[in-house]
Nanobody, 120 residues
Framework: VQLQASGGGLVQAGGSLGLSCQAS????????MGWFRQAPGKEREFVAV????????YYADSVKGRFTVSRDNAKKTVYLQMNSLKPEDTAVYYC??????????????WGQGTQVTVSS
């Protein structure tokens, strides 16, 4: 399974940005898809996860109400819409795929990451 994240960039605080993660290879639509992020000098942290059906979503408290995760299984793509961005959201964002829905960074497959920078 290969995961390709895209959509990162530079945005001002209060702005919005949308990330996409395209799965290929032996990608399974029955896998949970998660988003994690890692800021310089910090550990990788959970951002959001969506179940294979899209019926269940979970968010880190720090992004709840501002970020929305969604998926299109026909396109093997998961999305992360980020609104009201803050400078503390600056990080490399990673998408990941796993057979079990979890908020811990123990996923089986990982994308290469995309940089999100929020200026104040």
């Amino acid at each position: 399974v290969q995961l390709q994240a895209s959509g990162g960039g530079l945005v001002q605080a209060g702005g919005s940005l949308g990330l996409s993660c395209q799965a290929s290879g032996r990608a399974s639509s029955s896998y949970a898809m998660g988003w994690f992020r890692q800021a310089p000098g910090k550990e990788r942290e959970f951002v959001a996860v969506i179940s294979w059906s899209g019926g269940s979503t979970y968010y880190a408290d720090s992004v709840k109400g501002r970020f929305t995760v969604s998926r299109d299984n026909a396109k093997k793509t998961v999305y992360l819409q980020m609104n009201s961005l803050k400078p503390e959201d600056t990080a490399v964002y990673y998408c990941a795929s796993n057979g079990v829905l979890t908020t811990t960074p123990t996923y089986e497959y990982w994308g290469q990451g995309t940089q999100v920078t929020v200026s104040s």
